[in-house]
């Protein structure tokens, strides 16, 4: 009987970097897992990894049509649910006078209309009681070049947090936000990154981050599901995870 036994959970975004974390504590620790993912190489290799403990549903969060279809698919595996991570993301680093129309779309798409609708078709699944958590960035407080559309996007979130906290908080569910700094995941979070480019945004990480050096995506798990199951007292509020970096 592990410390979640009897738990049920959803996780967007969860066939790589800190949703997988995410979703791999979560199982090893007895609850019952639904997690989403984009692509089907991804969620293949979540499929023979997880095992059958874990319900893997193909759903692109930028598509209502798929929210929908996910609402529906997670009242058939799991009925009510305890507690749901909204961590798909996106991020494409481009800098201001290059930024197109179509990045800015897919960037707030995904990350902004996406996580709200999700929430908003999700809620009325979640149990009295239960809560929500959102994954922003340090980005939505700092003002790194080529990160614009990527920060506002993740700022807008970090406002939703506030206020859906206190338009759910009538039911005992609880809005809360974790914030990674760098954090090593297959891209560290930059969809596109060339191994060139991982490896200069993590010695930018290396260099700038207080405690020098990068977390781990389980790292920034444990604090997602300390928020989501542990932290009873504690609603509207984004946990830094970032090693200092928004901090000092």
């Known amino acids: 009987m592990g410390r979640y036994s009897g738990k049920k959970v959803v ?11 995410a979703v791999k504590a979560l199982l090893a620790e007895g609850a019952e897992v639904l997690l989403t993912g984009r692509g089907e190489q991804g969620l293949e290799a ?13 759903s692109d969060t930028a598509s209502l049509r798929d929210i929908d279809a996910l609402a529906v698919r997670v009242k058939e595996a799991l009925g ?6 909204v961590n798909a993301g996106y991020a494409k680093l481009v800098p ?19 996580a709200f609708f999700t929430a908003q078709r999700l809620a009325p699944l979640v149990r009295d009681g239960g809560a929500f958590v959102f994954t922003t960035s340090v980005a939505d407080e700092t003002g790194a070049p080529g990160m614009s559309v990527y920060s506002g996007s993740k700022a807008a979130v970090r406002s939703f947090v506030r206020v859906l906290g206190a338009e759910l908080v009538s ?3 609880r809005v809360n936000a974790v914030s990674p700094g760098f954090t090593r995941t297959p891209t560290l979070g930059v969809t596109g990154a060339t191994p060139q480019e991982v490896e200069a945004f ?6 700038l981050t ?8 389980e790292e920034v798990a444990r604090a ?6 542990e932290a009873t007292f504690t609603t509207g509020a984004e946990l830094p995870v970032d090693g200092g970096l928004s901090q000092f």
Do not use: C, W
């Open 224 to 229: 997602a599901l300390f928020l989501g199951l």
């Open 202 to 207: 993590e010695q930018e990480g290396l260099h």
């Open 11 to 21: 996780v967007t975004g969860g066939t790589a970097g800190i949703g997988l974390a």
């Open 46 to 58: 979540a499929r023979k990894e997880l095992g059958p403990r874990a319900h893997v549903v193909r």
């Open 96 to 114: 201001f006078e290059q930024v197109t129309e179509s990045v800015y779309d897919e960037t707030f798409g995904i990350n902004t209309k996406g």
């Open 80 to 85: 009510a649910v305890d507690f749901v991570l």
């Open 171 to 173: 039911r005992g569910i």
């Open 210 to 217: 207080p405690m020098k050096r990068i977390a781990d995506a």
